[in-house]
């Protein structure tokens, strides 16, 4: 989508070219600002009862006497947030898509001052309302026409804060989408080998470059407690690895693991009936490495990224791991396998004991790792786990900048008690309580020689129900955490 900001004198919004405006307010009264025809059609609406200055309202209007844009939507912001704005600008495209439009323009009045925050919160709301499935689904409607957009701005002062939040937001859309595409894709049409060729084909488009480590040389590797995983599935394992170089080579890098389970059936510790078709989002964190690889490679920030991808499908099969079963690491530690269904930070663990051969600034996990997770922060917030604490003080404001929070959990070494095992180093589960922190503490022994922090989001990635589906997140976080990281 082209997004695009255009300062414009007052009065002259209802003047303005464009397939249909969308107008959304703050605020309980009509806010200034508006011009004439379009203050006196929003005040009819509002006497007709088709609107009123409240949270949620939505006033589709055609043919406004004055205003040369066609249509006219009318969306009211819950207060002056850019998340509120976000909602809005999400029911004002949701009203506008299916028609034949193909250019919006904008106009935001009540949110005081605009800043780059808005233009990031609009296009969001574009990107999310235009994204459909058709992959697997040939009987899908036709794709939404929107194509472009354009922000009406005060003053040249608003207008180029505008732009420099749809530079970002037009690369975190790109991200999203792709991150969403992929992860929607079923299990049999998103293997291991279809995920590492969609990197390669990202990598291709956007001048990165790419490894794809295949099981033989992950076996030469020695990353035994991947390949436990793997060995029970038909499907090979792939290790991905992309690399953005923006800074000399020798600058220490931001490396992003992505957990790219392609199907979690729990493995020998097979997971219930209900629900179970939602597993191919495992690869939700994987998904979101390779979209944020995407919108970083086109913004283009002056320092080393790398992104991880490890992927394998967790089958049951003759061949597959069994519970008790020990394995040995990539770190050399041994690992007591209880379940087999918590096989995220069995892959995990390897991905990065393997990252410190790049001796990185920071390593971030991405991970739908436990239901454990959704039980204690719901669909919200990612759960943030990290002994480090200006690491989370800067991911917590990644992810608030974004729009796409977390909210930070505790690593305290207590919780570490419930992974003894008599036969390993470690086993993989504790007990039930607190098992999202339990699967962090894991990971955390495999981090000593890393500044880290793990991002839980089984609760965020994808929803469930009428609208099932993958969200994109947390591609908002990951890019404004990096960006933040340029020195
Ligand atoms: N992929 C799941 C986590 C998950 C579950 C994400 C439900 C979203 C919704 C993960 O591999 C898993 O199975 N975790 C187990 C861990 C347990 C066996 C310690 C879980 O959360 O039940
Ligand atoms: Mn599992
Ligand atoms: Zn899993």
Not at 29 to 51: H, M, N, R, T
Not at 254 to 263: A, E, P, R, S
Not at 369 to 390: E, K, M, P, Q, W
Request: net charge neutral.
């Amino acid at each position: 989508m082209d997004f695009r900001t255009q300062v414009t004198a007052p009065g002259a919004t209802s003047r303005f070219n464009a397939d249909a405006l969308l107008i959304v307010l703050a605020g309980d009264k009509l806010p200034a600002g508006l011009d004439e025809p379009l203050a006196k059609a929003i005040e009819q609406a509002v006497a007709l009862d088709d609107y009123a200055f409240k949270s949620g309202k939505l006033a589709y209007l055609r043919a406004v006497d004055g205003v040369k844009a066609p249509r006219v939507a009318v969306a009211h912001a819950a207060n002056a947030s850019a998340k509120a704005l976000k909602a809005a600008a999400a029911a004002g495209f949701g009203a506008l898509k299916g028609l034949g439009v193909k250019h919006v323009a904008i106009q935001l009045a009540g949110f005081g001052e605009l800043q780059g925050v808005h233009a990031e919160a609009v296009a969001a709301a574009a990107g999310d309302a235009v994204y459909l499935y058709r992959t697997t689904k040939p009987s899908a409607p036709p794709a939404p026409k929107l194509e472009k957009l354009t922000l009406l701005a005060g003053t040249k002062a608003e207008g180029s804060a505008l732009n420099g939040g749809f530079e970002r937001a037009a690369a975190i859309v790109e991200g999203v989408t792709l991150a969403r595409e992929l992860a929607n894709r079923p299990g049999n049409h998103c293997t291991p080998t279809i995920l590492a060729n969609e990197a390669r084909k990202m990598a291709k488009a956007n001048g990165l470059r790419i490894e794809v480590l295949d099981k033989k040389a992950i076996e030469a590797i020695g990353m035994g407690s991947f390949l436990a995983v793997a060995q029970g599935s038909d499907e090979p394992p792939r290790f991905i690895v992309m690399h953005y170089q923006g800074a000399a080579k020798s600058a220490a890098p931001v490396v992003l693991v992505g957990k790219g389970i392609t199907f979690d059936t729990g493995g020998i510790s097979l997971k219930p009936g209900a629900e179970m078709d939602e597993m191919k989002f495992d690869m939700g964190g994987a998904a979101s490495v390779i979209g944020t690889m995407r919108a970083i490679a086109q913004l283009k920030p002056k320092l080393n990224v790398v992104g991880i991808v490890a992927a394998t499908e967790n089958m049951p099969g003759g061949r597959a791991v069994k519970p008790g079963d020990v394995v040995t690491s990539l770190s050399g530690q041994t690992i007591e396998i209880l379940n087999t269904d918590a096989e995220g930070r069995l892959i995990l663990c390897d991905a990065l004991t393997y990252t410190e051969r790049f001796k990185p600034a920071v390593v971030v996990d991405i991970a739908t790792l436990t239901g454990a997770c959704v039980i204690a922060l719901g669909n919200h917030r990612s759960g943030l786990f990290s002994a480090d604490d200006a690491l989370a003080a800067e991911l917590l404001a990644a992810g608030d900048a974004a729009l796409d929070p977390c909210w930070r959990m505790p690593v305290d070494e207590d919780y570490d008690e419930g992974l003894k095992s008599n036969f390993a180093d470690m086993a993989n589960i504790g007990g039930r309580a607190g098992g999202a922190i339990t699967a962090a503490m894991f990971l955390k022994r495999f981090t000593s020689k890393l500044r880290w922090a793990h991002l839980d989001i089984a609760g965020t990635a994808w929803k469930s129900g009428a609208a099932k589906g993958a969200t994109g997140r947390p591609v908002g976080l990951l890019t404004h955490f990096v960006l933040s990281q340029v020195k």
